[in-house]
């Protein structure tokens, strides 16, 4: 998968906001130029990957060493520990670290690729991403967003969400990013019931051709939080073996929820 500068950024690069020519847009296009493989950067690397002018860069990168979001680093730059300070507050972090200890528990089970993901604004996101021990061709990274409709995952959360979001979801045009993705609302309306009613949901080469993935959400007062997926070579069958273990796993992520949070869970199955 080609590596990109983080795609949460577009609001502030849209034409016409009044964030575009701020300070704060300007921050975030140099810190959305840092990635999981490209933890450390050149001026001219932030540059190019940020599309600003070097005087504005440098300016940038100034102010944000200075209160601690960037370091100097091995003749570059890298993020630096006050962003680390901040990324632990979001709830999504306590929902992942409720999450690992199933998730390598499945991992230790299927020896697949396994991924724990949210939903936002008709996009699975990723929390956490477990690879597989016989290679990995999911094109998921942690943080990064894959169109829902596209995903197991994402589908698994569509289908258990409040008809306000899969509107929201389903109300453009579908982004396609294969020849097997579902070409309309009314298919992913269709899929959507079916998962209701099964309590899992599947993608075959919809995401990425050769990937296939089965997923379960993780459900919290009758709606998906979260959902988790097993991806496997789509020629190595139907995954629907890996399903119970995936309920499980769902299922126990679900109660730990409780303990940190409150919330009432459903079981994973519906």
Avoid at 20 to 39: E, I
Avoid at 180 to 188: G, I, N, Q, R, Y
Wanted: aromatic share 4%.
């Amino acid at each position: 998968m080609t590596d990109q500068p983080l795609p949460d950024l577009t609001p502030f690069d849209a034409p016409g906001s009044s964030l575009a020519p701020s300070v704060l847009w300007k921050a975030f296009r140099v810190l959305g130029s840092f990635s999981h493989s490209r933890r450390v950067l050149t001026l001219a690397q932030i540059m190019r990957r940020s599309e600003l002018p070097k005087s504005t860069t440098h300016r940038v990168l100034a102010m944000l060493m200075e209160v601690g979001a960037v370091e100097q680093h091995d003749g570059g730059y890298r993020v630096g520990l006050r962003m680390f300070t901040l990324g632990a507050l979001p709830p999504e972090v306590a929902l992942r670290d409720a999450a690992m200890v199933h998730l390598e528990e499945l991992h230790r089970v299927t020896g697949q690729t396994l991924h724990l993901a949210i939903l936002r604004g008709g996009e699975a996101v990723y929390l956490e991403k477990l690879r597989s021990r016989k290679g990995d061709p999911s094109p998921a990274v942690v943080g990064g967003r894959l169109p829902a409709h596209c995903t197991a995952i994402g589908k698994a959360m569509l289908a258990f969400s409040e008809e306000r979001g899969v509107a929201d979801a389903l109300g453009g045009p579908l982004h396609r990013r294969t020849a097997h993705s579902l070409k309309s609302a009314e298919d992913v309306r269709g899929q959507l019931a079916v998962i209701r009613t099964d309590g899992f949901a599947v993608d075959r080469e919809e995401a990425v051709e050769g990937l296939a993935c089965v997923a379960v959400p993780v459900l919290a007062q009758h709606r998906a939080v979260a959902a988790v997926s097993v991806g496997f070579a789509a020629s190595a069958g139907s995954g629907h073996v890996l399903i119970n273990a995936l309920r499980q796993a769902a299922g126990a992520i679900s109660r730990s929820l409780v303990s940190v949070s409150g919330l009432q869970p459903l079981a994973a199955g519906g």
